[in-house]
C-alpha cells in the first residue's frame, strides 16, 4: 500500500488524499497543520487509535496502539486489521453499524455512528475494551440511499487489570456476604430451640420467637440486597449496551444466513435487551446450530418476551418431541415410532426456558421451567382442534435438567441422585 510521511507520520495515501482533497478544502485549515496536530493528538493518547477502510486494511495508528497489541516494531500500513485483533468482535461490531446506518437508525441512536466492543488480541494474551466509530459517505444528489461505510476508527483500552481488579472486589465482596450465615443460621437454631422448649410461658415464648423471627428476617434481607448490589457490580462491569431485540436478531439471521441449510425468523414484539450482544449472538448461533445438528429441522423463530425485570430470548421450533419416555407405548405408537418417527404426532407441545443466574458464591444457579401446550377439540363434533396451555409438568422439567447435566459432565448416578 502506497504511503506518505506527515506530521512526523506514516499515513495510507489513499486516507491522506482522502484528507487534503475533499475533508480539508473549506474548512480554513491548512493540510500541514492539520497533519501536525492530529500528529500531536495521537501521541499524547492514552489509547491505541487504528483507522481501517471497509476491508480492515490499516491506514494510520499511533504508538500506543502498538504497545497495546504488544507487538515489537510496527503494524504496517496496508496489513489487515484482523492479523492482530481477535476477528470476531470487530466484525460484529461493524455488522451491528452497518445495520444501523442502513436503516437510518443512527441519526437518532443515542450513540450515534459508535457501539463498544470487548475483543482480544489474536493470541488471547490481552483482553481490550474498544469502541468503533464507522466513516460514512454521503450518497450523491441522485442517490436517495443510506450513506456508504467507508470505514472505521477504533479506539482500544487494555480491559485485564480493570477485570483482574473486578476479581479483587469479587472475593472481598464474597468473603463479606459469607459472613452473614454464621449469625444467621446461629438465630435459626435458637428459633428452633426454643420452639422445643416447653417450660417458657406461651406469652414469653411468642414474644421471644417473634423477636428471633424478625432478626433473621432483617438478616436475611441484609444478605439478599449485599448480594444483588455484588451481581450488579459484576454485570455492570462488563461492558454492555441497550440494543433492540429485533437488531439483536436480524445479526442472528446475518449470521445464519451464509452457506447455511436451515433459516431464522422474527417473531413476536420486539424488547430491549442490556447485555453484549456479540456473546449473545455467538450463543444463539451455536445453539441453533446445535439443534440443527441433533433434528435437522430446517426453521427456527426468535423472539424476546419480558418478564419483570428479565428479558427471555426463545428459539423455537416445530418437530417430534426429544423426551421420547413421555409417550404411550402401545402397538400401533410403537410401530409408527419406529417407522415414521415424525410422523406421528403427541397433541402436545414443549418448551423449556432456562436461566443462569450468579449465586452469592461465586457459582451458577441453572433453572429450568417447563411451559406446555396440548391440542383439545374446539368443536362437538371433533372435527377442529386448537391449542391451549396446560399445565407445568415437574416430572419433564426434571429429565430436561437431568440431561443438562449429564451434557454438562454430571455423571447419570449423580444427576438422578442430586434431584430425587
Not at 461493524?94 to 441512536?109: A, P, Q, Y
Request: proline share 3%; hydrophobic share 40%.
Amino acid at each position: 500500500m502506497d504511503r506518505k510521511t506527515v506530521g512526523g507520520m506514516s499515513v495510507a495515501a489513499v486516507l491522506h488524499d482522502f484528507v487534503v482533497e475533499e475533508a480539508l478544502p473549506g474548512t480554513g485549515i491548512g493540510a500541514e497543520a492539520f497533519w501536525n496536530g492530529l500528529a500531536a493528538i495521537l501521541r499524547d493518547l492514552h489509547e491505541g487509535v487504528l483507522v481501517c477502510n471497509a476491508q480492515h486494511q490499516i491506514l494510520l495508528y499511533n504508538q500506543t496502539a502498538v504497545d497495546l497489541l504488544q507487538l515489537t516494531g510496527t503494524l504496517g500500513l496496508g496489513r489487515s486489521l484482523l492479523h492482530f485483533l481477535a476477528a470476531e468482535p470487530v466484525i460484529h461490531t461493524l455488522e451491528r453499524l452497518t445495520l444501523r446506518v442502513r436503516e437510518g437508525r443512527h441519526l437518532h441512536h443515542e450513540h450515534g455512528t459508535t457501539a463498544q466492543f470487548v475483543g482480544g488480541t489474536k493470541d488471547g494474551g490481552v483482553l481490550l475494551g474498544g469502541r468503533m466509530s464507522v466513516i460514512l459517505q454521503e450518497p450523491d444528489g441522485t442517490d436517495e440511499g443510506p450513506p456508504a461505510i467507508t470505514g472505521y476508527v477504533i479506539t482500544l483500552a487494555d480491559a485485564t487489570r480493570e477485570l483482574a481488579a473486578l476479581g479483587q472486589r469479587d472475593a472481598l465482596l464474597r468473603e463479606a456476604t459469607e459472613s452473614f450465615r454464621s449469625p444467621i443460621a446461629n438465630l435459626r437454631a435458637v428459633v428452633e430451640t426454643m420452639a422445643d422448649s416447653p417450660e417458657l410461658g406461651a406469652e414469653d415464648r411468642a414474644a421471644f420467637e417473634q423477636a428471633m423471627q424478625e432478626s433473621c428476617n432483617a438478616l436475611s434481607d441484609k444478605l439478599e440486597r449485599v448480594a444483588g448490589e455484588y451481581r450488579n457490580i459484576i454485570t455492570g462491569s462488563w461492558p454492555m449496551s441497550d440494543i433492540h431485540s429485533a437488531n439483536l436478531i436480524n445479526l442472528v439471521r446475518h449470521r445464519t444466513g451464509s452457506g447455511r441449510s436451515y433459516t431464522v425468523t422474527p417473531t413476536g414484539l420486539p424488547q430491549w435487551v442490556h447485555a453484549d450482544s456479540f456473546s449473545v449472538v455467538v450463543l444463539l448461533d451455536y445453539l441453533i446450530e446445535y439443534v440443527y445438528a441433533l433434528t435437522a429441522i430446517g426453521a427456527y423463530d426468535l423472539s424476546a418476551t419480558s418478564e419483570g425485570k428479565w428479558v427471555y430470548l426463545d428459539i423455537e421450533w416445530q418437530g417430534h418431541r426429544q423426551l421420547k419416555d413421555k409417550l404411550p407405548q402401545d402397538v400401533v405408537r410403537a410401530a409408527l415410532g419406529k417407522v415414521f418417527d415424525s410422523l406421528y404426532s403427541t397433541g402436545e407441545r414443549d418448551k423449556f426456558r432456562t436461566r443462569l443466574e450468579r449465586n452469592a458464591n461465586g457459582g451458577t444457579d441453572i433453572f429450568v421451567t417447563h411451559r406446555g401446550m396440548e391440542e383439545v377439540y374446539s368443536s362437538a363434533r371433533r372435527d377442529s382442534t386448537v391449542w391451549q396451555p396446560r399445565a407445568r409438568d415437574p416430572e419433564l422439567e426434571a429429565e430436561f435438567m437431568r440431561r443438562m447435566m449429564v451434557k454438562l459432565g454430571v455423571s447419570q448416578e449423580q444427576a438422578k441422585a442430586a434431584l430425587a
